[in-house]
């Protein structure tokens, strides 16, 4: 019989899940690996500049923030030659926005996104953006690969709206997710419609919610300009440093932790049981772009 060893990771990973067990009940599994995975990267930049004093988004920052986190990681000098290793001109790609009112994906990273995508060798008539459309849209329906990008946010069933939760409307029943704070939405992405589809996801933070009471509330008073976006490949790892730092935001705010209600397990959850990404800020490698005032993290 296979002799079972849990590795450093394990441990690590343990610590996340011990600590939502005590405070949750939650039935964590930890596994053994035969050896060591590399941290996943997570680029975070910000630009001071990226919207001006009457909340006007600066598309030519916004492309140049874009260009920047996908150059840096993929390794790549020039953005375009960056976007052709995960993007083929054969493929048919959808891009996953968010359209909720008072705080959708803004026009402007929606229009760069398609640009690259264009760049990379796409037809135009081969590219889709929505959300709330996916299951009836013929790009989404016949997609190769999806490019995934929302704002963050509180959220009234999930602790949190991040690239995990974006997948929820390709979905046939959405309110089957919402049961335990959202604990299993990592499932959507084990549908055929997304499964192993995602390149891309960005988790935009150009002016975060950090707090809300109930199912549509919204007041710009827990909004703040962070002007930054967060960029990669793993959802997971993405909504754990978005997680993070509106945690931070929220004790500078209060003045002390306020935990969110309900707490977003969702995301360790999604690493833990359903192996989607990465949840533990240990394994992940934040590297930091920009502007760096009141940077939090």
Same mark, same amino acid.
Request: charge should be positive.
């Given at each position: 019989m296979k /002799?079972?060893?849990?590795?450093? #990771? &394990? =441990?690590?990973r343990g610590s996340v899940a011990t600590t939502l067990a005590v405070t949750m009940g939650l039935p964590l599994e930890i596994k053994a690996e035969?050896?060591? /995975? @590399?941290?996943? @990267?997570? %680029?975070?930049i910000r630009d001071a500049d990226v919207i001006d004093k009457r909340g006007n988004i600066n598309s030519k920052v916004i492309q140049r923030m874009l260009d920047k986190s996908v150059t840096t990681l993929f390794r790549k000098k020039d953005p375009v030659e960056a976007w052709k290793i995960f993007i083929k001109p054969d493929d048919i790609v959808g891009i996953k926005s968010n359209a909720w009112g008072p705080l959708p994906t803004p026009k402007e990273i929606e229009s760069v996104l398609k640009k690259r995508i264009i760049d990379a060798g796409v037809p135009e008539g081969n590219? +889709? %953006? &929505?959300? #709330? *459309?996916?299951?009836?849209n013929r790009i989404f329906l016949n997609s190769t690969a999806l490019v995934n990008v929302r704002p963050l946010r509180t959220h009234?069933?999930? *602790?949190? *709206? *991040?690239? %995990? @939760?974006? !997948?929820?409307? =390709?979905?046939?029943? $959405? $309110? =089957? !997710?919402h049961p335990d704070s959202c604990a299993n939405l990592a499932a959507v992405w084990k549908l055929p419609i997304v499964q192993d589809k995602t390149r891309l996801n960005v988790l935009v933070l150009l002016t975060p919610l950090f707090? +809300?009471? +109930?199912?549509h509330h919204f007041d710009s008073t827990y909004t703040w300009p962070y002007k930054g976006i967060l960029v990669g490949t793993d959802p997971v790892a993405l909504d754990a440093v978005g997680l993070k730092i509106l945690e931070l935001k929220r004790r500078a705010y209060f003045g002390e932790d306020v935990f969110l209600k309900p707490p977003a397990k969702h995301i360790a959850i999604a &690493?833990? /049981?359903h192996k989607l990404g990465t949840s533990d800020l240990k394994e992940?490698?934040?590297? @930091?772009l920009g502007w760096m005032e009141e940077i939090l993290i």
């Open positions: /002799k079972n060893v849990i590795t450093r #990771r &394990d =441990f690590l035969e050896e060591a /995975k @590399k941290k996943t @990267k997570v %680029i975070l590219i +889709g %953006i &929505d959300d #709330r *459309g996916v299951l009836k009234h069933w999930s *602790g949190v *709206g *991040g690239c %995990i @939760k974006n !997948y929820i409307m =390709f979905a046939p029943s $959405p $309110p =089957f !997710y707090h +809300g009471i +109930g199912a &690493d833990i /049981k992940i490698e934040l590297l @930091k």
